[in-house]
């Protein structure tokens, strides 16, 4: 199984601020099979990037990903109030489908 | 809308079996993939299982192989999860999810509100 490793596993930052979540993959994922979702404290997750940099419909533009290979990141600029949540990185690249342990993004 | 809803989660003593339900709407079910997802109190997100277009292919995960097994009536809009011989580290949300295998290159782009399996003596 490809394992998904998230750093921070948690991160506290101000409305405005930048911030970038990065997920490291034990081997390399085809950029086409990562994705990122959001999930908010008693909801479910929320597909917010697929294909590392494509965003979902109805998306914020703040939103953005990149990488390849084994290095992949999520950036949010502009922090907004609406942002603070937990953020999993996940392939699907190679079956089983695995996810990163998540980043919180919580307010400073 | 589109729209899934879970159901059948519950209390169940170690060993025992639950189905769940997964009710789709607003989509044609039956041209997607789905799968199901759960998520122990305060860990993070652990694929379990998927099922083709018309139920012919399907994948579990180690953890659940030989003891759950995914079905769907695509007559009902519907996708099941039987779940037997029940352990502790089963207890968990249970989410389902719509697999966009086509253009979002195996995302789960639509997920249920989930439904809570608590597996206790």
């Known amino acids: 199984d490809i394992q998904m490793t998230q750093s921070p596993s948690s991160l506290s930052a101000s409305v405005g601020d930048s911030v970038t979540i990065t997920c490291r993959a034990s081997?390399?994922?085809?950029?086409?099979?990562l994705n990122w979702y959001q999930q908010k404290p008693g909801k479910a997750p929320k597909l917010l990037i697929y294909?590392?940099?494509s965003l979902q419909s109805g998306v914020p533009s703040r939103f953005s990903g990149g990488g390849s290979g084994t290095d992949f990141t999520l950036t949010i600029s502009s922090l907004q109030p609406d942002d603070f949540a937990t953020y999993h990185c996940q392939q699907s690249y190679s079956h089983p489908p695995t996810f990163g342990g998540g980043t919180k993004v919580e307010i400073k | 809308q589109v729209y899934l809803v879970e159901s059948g989660g519950g209390l169940v003593k170690p060993g025992g079996s639950l189905r769940l339900s997964c009710a789709a709407s607003g989509f044609s079910f039956s041209d997607y993939y789905m799968t199901w997802i759960r998520q122990a109190p305060g860990k993070g997100l652990e694929w379990i299982s998927y099922i083709s277009r018309n139920g012919d292919t399907i994948y579990y995960a180690g953890s659940v192989r030989g003891r759950f097994t995914v079905s769907r009536d695509n007559a009902r809009n519907s996708l099941y999860l039987q779940m037997n011989s029940l352990r502790v580290e089963d207890t968990a949300m249970y989410y389902c999810?719509?697999?966009?295998?086509?253009?979002?290159?195996?995302?789960?782009?639509?997920w249920g509100q989930g439904t809570m399996v608590t597996v206790s003596s």
């Open positions: 081997q390399s994922v085809n950029t086409r099979y």
């Open positions: 999810a719509r697999d966009e295998v086509v253009t979002a290159g195996d995302a789960f782009d639509i």
């Open positions: 294909a590392t940099g």
